[in-house]
């Protein structure tokens, strides 16, 4: 089945400790992207990746990092977790760039106190 | 910058009648508007998309019509059921290099019965 798979569902974890998310899928696609939903602010870009070793910038990088070693994988990394970092985290991917449908992950429900 | 703006952010119609929702998007080059579906604690889906040169699209009870001129996009659902209650988001892009999806805020439909 296509789909993009992310890891872990919830997290509750502590101010400074480093974290990540994982994302995968089986669907060959090449771009990948990392998203938070806040309530009121709709989906917001953290990163994104075009392809492999290939990442940049979305509208909120701040305070994450991304590696895109394979092609299928995609983490989020928060090296130093603070609680506005606490929201809904999607993972989504396209066959190419923004002009094709994204297939979304199943989300990330963060908390961090 | 990018931006959409989405309207409604609530809206609450009775079963059986229309609902719109509209979309204004600033950059005169986007040229793919998707628009997506996210039921309550799920992952956002496709429902429909429309590309630039199509001004309109349909698909079954749901339809996409897009007037480039004025910059705006609008979902119509005709004869509403309450399976249809969820939280409606619209995007655009412009793909190229950056292949991003600028999404509205969203809007929370409710079909009463």
């Known amino acids: 089945e296509a789909q993009v798979t992310q890891n872990p569902r919830y997290l509750i974890t502590v101010t400074g400790k480093k974290l990540t998310v994982t994302c995968s899928q089986n669907?060959?696609?090449?771009?990948m992207s990392w998203y938070r939903q806040d309530p009121g602010l709709g989906l917001r870009q953290i990163y994104y990746?075009?392809?492999?070793?290939?990442?940049d910038k979305g509208d909120v990088p701040e305070g994450y990092k991304v590696s895109r070693k394979e092609k299928r994988n995609f983490p989020l990394i928060l090296e130093s977790p603070s609680p506005n970092q606490t929201s809904l985290y999607f993972c989504?991917?396209?066959?190419?760039?923004?002009?094709?449908?994204?297939?979304f992950g199943s989300g990330t429900r963060l908390t961090v106190v | 910058g990018e931006n959409v703006e989405q309207h409604p952010s609530t809206l609450s119609v009775q079963e059986g009648d229309s609902a719109v929702i509209k979309c204004t998007y600033s950059?005169?080059?986007?040229?793919?508007f998707p628009w997506y579906k996210q039921e309550l604690g799920k992952r956002p889906q496709l429902i429909i998309d429309?590309?630039?040169?199509?001004g309109e699209k349909k698909d079954q009870r749901i339809a996409v019509t897009l007037n480039k001129t004025a910059k705006h996009f609008s979902l119509h659902i005709t004869e509403t059921q309450p399976e249809d209650s969820a939280v409606y988001f619209c995007?655009?892009?412009?793909?190229?290099?950056?292949?991003?999806?600028?999404f509205g805020q969203g809007t929370t439909l409710q079909v009463k019965p």
């Open positions: 995007a655009a892009s412009k793909g190229g290099n950056t292949g991003k999806l600028i």
């Open positions: 989504a991917s396209s066959l190419f760039s923004g002009n094709y449908g994204y297939t």
């Open positions: 950059d005169s080059a986007s040229n793919y």
């Open positions: 990746s075009m392809n492999v070793e290939v990442t």
């Open positions: 669907m060959n696609h090449e771009y």
């Open positions: 429309i590309r630039s040169n199509v």
